[in-house]
């Protein structure tokens, strides 16, 4: 009976060691987890989260303090990588954060109404618009990312959201139907 | 070791198989595959036949692979038949020329014959009938001594695109370096489509010809024709020229008829034996593949110096009063083109740019032909409708048996159903070529393509979103940065002021203190400047005495 | 109407779901008649039994999953599974016995998965093993072959006997069933008679007349027939069939040289039992066999290799159906190894 136990015992610890050995020896330099959620977030950096940015947003999903399904512009192609990366159960966007837009849009300033106030330059949070104090404010359109940030600051309301619709270079083709996977009357 | 031996004997063997398999004219198999019927009678029963002119012709600015093209005039504008109406638009993209001279009318979205049924920018040219030409000074026979560089460059300004319905720029293809085969292909191998067939038969020397000065700017040592063997009179009508010609440099090769044959990698596979690496291209195994349209079309630049502007089109089906096929300008209205075969039957169906097996089904004949329009087909009603929805997919593998890329088309369809793109890539989804093959076969109804062209396009413009956040990404920090720097830099002035004041009260104590200290030192210094003075008097005056 | 709009392609091959299922049963008849003939009216009422519940269970399904029942059950898979369950069950089967099958079949193996083309078992097997496993006695209810004893009892002891359970005054159950060649080769070496003395006895050697055993020989040679009609027909995969026949004549040649005397001999194997059934019929079931070309070489000869264990080794006396199902287990994994390497893949 003696013997056994430390039988057992010698055994626990020779794999114990083993387990100690691979840990170090063959540890893997991992991303930390918040450059990874990070990575997966859409960067339009419009606060709709309630926080101040994507990376502040991942931080805080990385802490455990944010639930993932507080994003429109991302959409549930990016809850689902989330939901893949922190191993959590896919959920429905939280409508509370508003809605996801059919269509990406961007925003133009209309130049007979600026004042070049700069308002909206220190509102945009990628600097995607061009222009000085009492110069021409110009968006950057191939840069904007549709956060709607620089709407409101504007006094003059000269900034318009305009849809950008597909062309036939960046259309994505719709997957069939398929009846057999959802009940239906009949 | 003996293992090792013998696997080298065989490799050799094949090596040789192969390199036989080009002088001897074998052919080789492309795995899966089907057997249709070609319906190619309907259409091939009369001559090619020319449309009147229009007054007003559509010219979409993308008819190509590559980037949109650059336009060059504007609304209002007067421009002549073969006129440059916009330039590549970068080094992969092509030209586009007037098909007729006549006034510019407009330059805005229009609806295009595409996959998506959506518009794009169109240039408006309205006919003035003069059918005035630019000025055209032909290379003629000079090609035998121009360089390759040149002659490319009269190709890429022609706006010569792959007419086989691929559509990439012609010259971008024809590289110096290698490339020992060239092939043309006649091979046709979707149902109804003839215009190849017919160009053959009608334009064989043409044919030769441009296939001769494509060889000549590759440095090629061999042209193959490649035609399937259900067109005996095209074979013969390029046979006749090719004897005429007596250099030994071309032959035909006749291939059995099965789709996908005329596929560019299921061709070559068929002619030379080998299989083009994946993710490279055909030049890589020395070998060049162009469509006879096309090197018709090189002729015509060469020999006319005309441009891309027409095309040879089959207009075809059952829903169609007279089909036939019809020399077309780029950018004829298609409506034009049914009403010069009769117009449309009672029963028709479908309006479908291209052939049965790829093509797609247009939402009007409000579409101008483009330069890819190889085929416009009406179908009738089938008598039996296919079912809206299809059924589950029982496994049976008919797919993979017919899959002339070798894929696993039934893993493709889970993997595509539920979006899972490392799968999906694991299963080689973009060497999926579209034939069809699969979704003709599948007995649940399965619009198999359908599926994958979703899975390509979504994971094409996750990337294009991918990239385009992490330059957001990288904006975003550079602000942050810039404002960081901003707040740091106003911080370290305000030290600084305030150091500055504060230095200021001190140097003003410091001044006082200075200053008396000065007069002090002053005051000494003086003084001992007089005693100096006055010890030197002495000396001098004691050294008097003495 | 013109400008309807559809994907390509716009041309079909016309076999549907439902005709590769109908192909399948047709191909079936001539074993079917086969079975009836030999072993009497029980097949007859198995397949009343199977072909009734196994709808009416699909239907209720298909209700309860708000589906369209009228489409689904014109695909003709239940169909299907019933008849191939029928014909694997044993003709004396009392009616709940078929009914338990049935409702396994079709309710768990099929409907709880997904329905078809989702289902991981074959559900003919499935349903099979359960009943196998549950109620071992009542599966070796195989009446006398005709022309061995008295040959399979008529119509009113039959009907007595499978939906109510009585037997006329006098018999027992033992009188009228007997069993299979297959089963009885494995009772005796198991009692350390060896299959020479078995074959020749007294008591069983009407039982062995002709290739291997009064009535199955013919059985399998109709399934036979009707399984190379199915092959030429591009309905069943040839791969499957191939690799499950070459490979089980292989091994039962090795074993049978090597001792045949406590070994069955190849043609024994081969149309014996339910042989010719699983090659054709159950096997190349396409929802539950592997997809991939090199893969169906694998997984038949996978199927063979357990068929004789089991037969030779195991505790029950055909193993067709955990052979069929063991091989469904290892089929995604098959699959992920046997992927064919595509054009133009450089390590070819």
Request: net charge negative.
């Amino acid at each position: 009976m003696f013997i056994v136990i430390i039988t057992l015992a010698i055994i626990a610890s020779l794999f114990g060691l083993l387990l100690a050995y691979s840990a170090i020896r063959f540890k893997v330099e991992g991303d930390p987890v918040v450059n990874q959620i990070d990575s997966l977030l859409p960067q339009t950096q419009c606060g709709q989260c309630t926080y101040a940015g994507c990376r502040p947003y991942a931080e805080a999903m990385a802490k455990g303090e944010a639930d993932i399904n507080q994003c429109p512009p991302g959409g549930e192609a990016t809850i689902i990588a989330l939901a893949d990366l922190l191993d959590v159960e896919v959920k429905p966007l939280n409508a509370e954060h508003g809605e996801v837009k059919t269509l990406p849009t961007i925003v133009r300033i209309d130049e007979e109404t600026c004042i070049g106030c700069t308002l909206c330059i220190q509102a945009c949070p990628i600097d995607a618009i061009l222009g000085a104090a009492k110069l021409m404010h110009t968006v950057i359109e191939s840069e904007c990312t549709g956060c709607d940030l620089c709407i409101a600051p504007c006094p003059v309301d000269c900034i318009h959201i305009f849809e950008v619709k597909p062309t036939t270079r960046n259309w994505t083709a719709e997957l069939p139907d398929a009846d057999f996977a959802s009940p239906h009357a009949g | 070791m003996r293992i090792l031996h013998h696997h080298m004997q065989v490799k050799l063997k094949i090596m040789n198989r192969n390199h036989n398999q080009l002088e001897e004219g074998i052919l080789s198999k492309f795995d899966g595959g089907l057997k249709l019927v070609g319906h190619k009678q309907v259409s091939t029963g009369s001559a090619i036949s020319s449309i009147t002119p229009g007054k007003h012709y559509v010219i979409p600015l993308q008819q190509h692979i590559g980037a949109i093209s650059q336009v060059l005039v504007k609304s209002g504008d007067r421009v002549l038949k073969g006129q440059m109406i916009a330039k590549r638009g970068d080094l992969i993209s092509a030209a586009i020329h007037a098909p007729v001279s006549g006034v510019v009318t407009d330059i805005k979205q229009h609806a295009v014959p595409h996959v998506s049924g959506l518009s794009d920018e169109c240039i408006f040219i309205e006919n003035d009938f003069k059918d005035e030409w630019i000025e055209r000074n032909p290379l003629g026979d000079d090609y035998n001594h121009t360089a390759s560089p040149n002659l490319r460059k009269i190709i890429r300004d022609a706006g010569i695109v792959g007419l086989g319905g691929a559509t990439f720029p012609a010259s971008v293809k024809q590289t110096e370096i290698n490339l020992k085969t060239l092939i043309l292909n006649g091979a046709e191998c979707e149902p109804y489509i003839s215009c190849d067939d017919i160009l053959m038969r009608e334009r064989a020397a043409e044919i030769i010809s441009g296939a001769d000065i494509i060889g000549h700017i590759i440095k090629a040592r061999r042209c193959i024709i490649a035609i399937e063997d259900n067109k005996p009179e095209a074979i013969k009508a390029i046979q006749a020229v090719i004897d005429e010609d007596g250099t030994g440099f071309f032959r035909i090769q006749a291939i059995p008829t099965i789709y996908p044959s005329g596929g560019e990698k299921q061709l070559i596979k068929i002619i030379t034996g080998k299989e083009v690496p994946m993710n490279r291209f055909p030049a890589e195994i020395d070998v060049l593949c162009h469509n006879v349209a096309t090197a018709y079309a090189i002729h015509r630049a060469i020999y006319f110096a005309e441009p891309l502007i027409s095309r040879i089109t089959t207009i075809t089906g059952q829903g169609i009063k007279q089909p036939q096929n019809i020399e077309v300008l780029i950018g004829t209205p298609m409506q034009a083109c049914i009403e010069h075969c009769g117009g449309y039957t009672e029963d028709s169906d479908e309006l479908i740019m291209g052939g049965p097996m790829m093509g797609f089904t247009l939402k009007s004949d409000d579409l101008p032909i483009v330069k890819a329009t190889n085929c416009l087909l009406v179908t009738t009603k089938e008598k039996e409708m296919p079912e809206q929805h299809h059924m589950p997919c029982i496994r049976c593998g008919k797919c993979v048996d017919v899959c002339p890329v070798r894929l696993l088309p039934q893993q493709l369809y889970w993997y595509a159903s539920s979006k899972n793109t490392d799968r999906l890539l694991e299963h080689n989804l973009f060497d999926c070529i579209e034939c069809g093959c699969c979704a003709y076969v599948c007995p649940s109804d399965i619009p198999l393509v359908q599926y994958y062209r979703a899975a390509k396009t979504t994971f094409i413009q996750q990337e294009r979103e991918r990239k385009a956040s992490d330059i957001a990404r990288q904006r975003h920090e550079a602000h942050q940065f810039r404002l960081e720097k901003q707040k740091k830099e106003r911080a370290e002035r305000l030290r600084k002021k305030r150091e500055m004041l504060k230095n200021k009260s001190n140097d003003k104590e410091a001044d006082k203190k200075d200053s008396k200290q000065a007069a002090i030192a002053d005051a000494v210094a003086r003084a001992q400047a007089k005693k100096a003075e006055r010890l030197k008097e002495n000396k001098a005056a004691d050294q008097d005495i003495k | 109407m013109l400008f309807k709009q559809s994907p390509s392609p716009h041309i079909k091959q016309s076999l549907s779901v439902h005709d590769m299922m109908f192909m399948v049963i047709y191909a079936l008849v001539p074993g079917a008649l086969a079975s009836i003939y030999f072993f009497g009216w029980g097949v007859l009422f198995n397949l009343a039994i199977a072909i009734s519940i196994c709808l009416a269970t699909e239907a209720i399904i298909l209700k309860l999953r708000q589906r369209d029942v009228a489409h689904t059950l014109q695909d003709g898979s239940a169909l299907l599974t019933a008849c191939l369950l029928a014909l694997a069950l044993p003709s004396l089967a009392p009616w709940w016995i078929t009914a338990i099958a049935s409702i396994s079949a079709i309710a768990v193996a099929k409907h709880l998965y997904g329905g078809l083309g989702f289902n991981p078992f074959n559900p003919a097997m499935v349903g099979y093993i359960v009943v196998m496993i549950s109620f071992p006695l009542e599966m070796t209810l195989w009446s006398a072959p005709l022309g061995v004893n008295d040959g399979w009892p008529d119509f009113s002891t039959t009907f007595n006997w499978v939906f109510l359970g009585a037997l006329p005054y006098g018999e027992t159950i033992d009188s009228i069933s007997m069993a299979t060649p297959i089963e009885l080769i494995k009772t005796q070496l198991n009692q350390m008679h060896d299959i020479t003395e078995t074959r020749n006895s007294k008591e069983f050697s009407a039982l062995f007349s002709g290739l291997s055993g009064a009535g199955w020989q013919w059985i399998n040679l109709c399934f036979l027939a009707g399984g190379l009609w199915l092959v030429k027909k591009d309905v069943a995969d040839w791969r499957i069939p191939t690799a499950f026949l070459i490979t089980l004549v292989l091994i039962s040649n090795i074993f049978s040289v090597i001792d045949y005397s406590t070994n069955s001999s190849t043609l024994f194997h081969v149309f014996s039992g339910g042989t010719m059934l699983c090659a054709f019929f159950i096997a190349t079931d396409p929802v539950t066999a592997s997809t991939t070309p090199k893969g169906r070489w694998i997984y038949g000869i996978g199927i063979a290799a357990l068929v004789y264990i089991i037969r030779s080794w195991g505790g029950y006396p055909d193993g067709i159906a955990f052979a069929v199902v063991l091989m469904n287990m290892a089929a995604p994994l098959i699959d992920y190894y046997t992927q064919p390497k595509v054009y133009g893949d450089p390590n070819k």
